[in-house]
């Protein structure tokens, strides 16, 4: 989430909302519209979608389109068909995205168009603030203030608090599955305003453009589409967050987390329910309530473990007896084998062979990327001896892609190889690579954490 601060009755707004939400957790709001299209709720949008970047969508209009265009002039346009109630939202682009380790099989993203993803956006501001108030402690999901680390954090204070026996659960599909007549309903216990209403349910009921293997268009969707909200939807992961509540709260109402000593963290369709011995028991519940809830347990993927003896996965992490110094066990949390294989395969791919031709500082930088990003998730939990693991790979990566850049010419009769400048990388795990000009007095190149990068 961008800062506000440019647009301080923004903010101020938003804050008003949230504070009456939270006041009276019964109250509708009703004039919502006219700020959707007021001039510092799109800027602010627009802003937010700029920094957020993305695909084009179905009429294949950029940014920098835009930008040429004249931000201000677009934005300015946008209000007016907001305002006269012109504004039709366009069709979503779909794009399968493979899925890891699951050959042949794909996640469907929809990418709407700019000027739709700025509308969601600028009525996101007005309705995340709202429905803040009503979201329970444990769904971490997409929430400004909230992260996927307090989420890994929660579950592991609740498994050192006893909770051992784990429902590791997966929604089937849970984006495509969310009823519409369900979900609308869970909107209007809070918003009242027909005019607002009317756009989500215009997003929802949006067609689908996918082009096939033979470069054809294939139309999906439409006004009969009674269930899911497309990924890659500004306002979905929104949507998502508040048709889960009801699961979070029913769980909460009915009185199951005292009968079966539980606790769930849910992180957007991920969630664990954390117990006493009373697993087998938590599993039932869960799936009469998903059932009940129009949603479907993906049976595959969700199972009862015993934490410790059995080893789970959550976000990117995995659940599992680790040992201290001198073999004392413990019960923690490392980055998973998949999250390493992945970030090893990609480390890999920008030193592969095909990337010699690059200069050694765009390598490095392109690797500096990648190597923080890793660290600045996966930086909790027992990870020191895997970042020595990875700073020797990175290490050996760099050194390699040196050679193979510098490889030396066949030996030929009074042909002598030149020592030209170069670039000196320091190469670590967590702080990535710091590459500063050097000259180097010989082609040798030290053991250690250090790597010189001809350049």
Same mark, same amino acid.
């Given at each position: 989430?961008?800062?506000?601060?440019?647009?301080?009755?923004?903010?101020?707004?938003?804050?008003?909302?949230?504070?009456?939400?939270?006041?009276?957790?019964?109250?509708?709001?009703?004039?919502?519209?006219?700020?959707?299209?007021?001039?510092?709720?799109?800027?602010?949008?627009?802003?937010?979608?700029?920094?957020?970047?993305?695909?084009?969508?179905?009429?294949?209009?950029?940014?920098?389109?835009?930008?040429?265009?004249?931000?201000?002039?677009?934005?300015?346009?946008?209000?007016?068909?907001?305002?006269?109630?012109?504004?039709?939202?366009?069709?979503?682009?779909?794009?399968?995205?493979?899925?890891?380790?699951?050959?042949?099989?794909?996640?469907?993203?929809?990418?709407?168009?700019?000027?739709?993803?700025?509308?969601?956006?600028?009525?996101?501001?007005?309705?995340?603030?709202?429905?803040?108030?009503?979201?329970?402690?444990?769904?971490?999901?997409?929430?400004?203030?909230?992260?996927?680390?307090?989420?890994?954090?929660?579950?592991?204070?609740?498994?050192?608090?006893?909770?051992?026996?784990?429902?590791?659960?997966?929604?089937?599909?849970?984006?495509?599955?969310?009823?519409?007549?369900?979900?609308?309903?869970?909107?209007?216990?809070?918003?009242?305003?027909?005019?607002?209403?009317?756009?989500?349910?215009?997003?929802?009921?949006?067609?689908?453009?996918?082009?096939?293997?033979?470069?054809?268009?294939?139309?999906?969707?439409?006004?009969?589409?009674?269930?899911?909200?497309?990924?890659?939807?500004?306002?979905?992961?929104?949507?998502?967050?508040?048709?889960?509540?009801?699961?979070?709260?029913?769980?909460?109402?009915?009185?199951?987390?005292?009968?079966?000593?539980?606790?769930?963290?849910?992180?957007?369709?991920?969630? %664990?329910?954390? =117990?006493? #011995?009373?697993?087998?028991?938590?599993?039932?519940? *869960?799936? $009469?309530?998903?059932?009940?809830?129009? +949603?479907?347990?993906?049976?595959?993927?969700?199972?009862?473990?015993?934490?410790?003896?059995?080893?789970?996965?959550?976000?990117?992490?995995?659940?599992?007896?680790?040992?201290?110094?001198?073999?004392?066990?413990?019960?923690?949390?490392?980055?998973?084998?998949?999250?390493?294989?992945?970030?090893?395969?990609?480390?890999?791919?920008?030193?592969?062979?095909?990337?010699?031709?690059?200069?050694?500082?765009?390598?490095?930088?392109?690797?500096?990327?990648?190597?923080?990003?890793?660290?600045?998730?996966?930086?909790?939990?027992?990870?020191?001896?895997?970042?020595?693991?990875?700073?020797?790979?990175?290490?050996?990566?760099?050194?390699?892609?040196?050679?193979?850049?510098?490889?030396?010419?066949?030996?030929?009769?009074? %042909?002598?190889? =030149?020592? #030209?400048?170069?670039?000196?990388?320091?190469?670590? *795990?967590? $702080?990535?690579?710091?590459?500063?000009? +050097?000259?180097?007095?010989?082609?040798?190149?030290?053991?250690?954490?250090?790597?010189?990068?001809?350049?």
């Amino acid at each position: 989430m961008i800062s506000l601060t440019r647009w301080p009755k923004v903010k101020e707004l938003r804050e008003k909302l949230n504070g009456k939400a939270k006041a009276e957790p019964d109250y509708r709001f009703y004039l919502l519209y006219d700020k959707v299209y007021r001039k510092d709720f799109l800027e602010a949008a627009y802003a937010q979608c700029r920094k957020n970047g993305g695909a084009p969508g179905v009429d294949g209009k950029t940014f920098s389109d835009i930008e040429a265009y004249g931000a201000e002039r677009y934005l300015a346009e946008l209000a007016e068909e907001l305002k006269a109630r012109r504004y039709e939202p366009e069709a979503v682009r779909r794009v399968l995205i493979p899925k890891e380790g699951r050959p042949g099989q794909f996640r469907p993203l929809g990418i709407p168009t700019i000027k739709d993803r700025v509308v969601q956006q600028a009525v996101k501001l007005l309705l995340e603030s709202i429905f803040e108030a009503d979201f329970t402690e444990n769904a971490y999901g997409y929430r400004e203030g909230k992260s996927a680390h307090e989420a890994l954090l929660d579950v592991n204070t609740s498994l050192q608090a006893g909770y051992t026996e784990v429902v590791d659960a997966d929604l089937s599909k849970y984006f495509d599955t969310i009823p519409h007549d369900q979900l609308m309903r869970a909107v209007e216990r809070r918003i009242a305003d027909r005019k607002v209403l009317w756009l989500i349910r215009q997003w929802l009921k949006v067609s689908v453009h996918e082009t096939n293997e033979r470069g054809q268009v294939v139309v999906s969707g439409g006004r009969k589409t009674k269930a899911g909200t497309p990924q890659g939807g500004v306002i979905s992961p929104l949507l998502a967050n508040l048709y889960f509540r009801r699961f979070l709260v029913a769980w909460e109402r009915w009185g199951w987390h005292e009968k079966y000593r539980t606790r769930i963290v849910n992180y957007a369709d991920d969630f %664990v329910i954390l =117990s006493r #011995g009373r697993g087998r028991e938590d599993l039932q519940a *869960a799936r $009469q309530l998903v059932k009940r809830l129009g +949603l479907t347990l993906n049976e595959e993927k969700t199972r009862l473990c015993q934490a410790g003896p059995d080893a789970f996965n959550f976000l990117g992490y995995t659940f599992e007896t680790l040992y201290r110094m001198g073999g004392r066990p413990y019960l923690g949390f490392r980055p998973s084998d998949k999250s390493v294989a992945k970030h090893r395969e990609t480390i890999r791919q920008l030193t592969a062979a095909d990337q010699t031709s690059k200069e050694a500082r765009t390598v490095a930088e392109a690797v500096n990327r990648v190597v923080r990003g890793y660290w600045n998730y996966y930086s909790l939990g027992s990870s020191k001896r895997l970042r020595w693991q990875m700073g020797r790979y990175l290490w050996e990566r760099m050194r390699i892609w040196t050679l193979r850049k510098h490889a030396r010419p066949r030996k030929r009769k009074g %042909v002598t190889r =030149s020592q #030209g400048p170069a670039l000196w990388a320091h190469v670590n *795990a967590s $702080q990535a690579l710091l590459v500063v000009p +050097l000259a180097i007095p010989s082609h040798s190149t030290p053991y250690g954490n250090t790597v010189y990068l001809a350049q």
